[in-house]
């Protein structure tokens, strides 16, 4: 987990941490805890328990290493803008499948009312990354357009409903998945130049279960 003085030879912890260790996760003195602090993502400290009282805990260093826990490869998605509460449901999943960076992107068919959140995603990241053991943060970007995406990442491939299906996934670094309702006539037009494919399955399905679906087959 978490904690701004990760690193220090010892530490008192107090608050939602100290409810968490204690009552969700049964900690008692003498545990063991590894710790990861935001400034140094990729060390990990092991702490050892050296005493619980009513409503904190004292912590001692044992050692630290680095420890890097990150997928094989980095894939970063283009999501054409959609509901944010939907991507918030994903985003976690994401987190833990191990995708290195969401571009969002305003499309034709985006939802227009609705604006992202990038302060609330990257909260929902860091107690995602506290359950998954993730070392890495997810970044977060805003594209205005399709068209502006792609000519800023012109060797992304596009997914779409179509009859191109892929064995081989290994060469995707950046993929654009549409919004509900797919991409409108302009964007298709325009997409018709770029490498665009479709999973095997005859279902129809949402933006939200086809960024997760698309990213499981990238990396894991």
Known sequence: MFDENASKESFSIKGENFKYLVKVRRHSEGDEIYFRSQNNVEVLYRYKIASINNRSLDVVLLDSRVY???????????????????????LPSLC?????????????????????????????????????GRSSFMEFEHSKSLKDFLTKYPDAKVFDFCENTLEDYTDISTVVVGCEGGFGKEEREFLSSYDVFSLKTPMVLRSQSAVLAVASKVLV
């Open 96 to 132: 833990e499948i191990g995708v290195d960076k969401i571009t969002f992107i305003e499309c034709q068919r985006s939802q227009k009312n609705f604006k992202v959140d990038i302060k609330r995603l990257q909260r929902i990241i860091y107690s995602s990354m506290q359950q998954n």
């Open 68 to 90: 890097d826990v990150k997928a094989s490869k980095k894939l970063h998605i283009g999501w054409c803008q959609i509901d944010p509460k939907s991507v918030e449901r994903a």
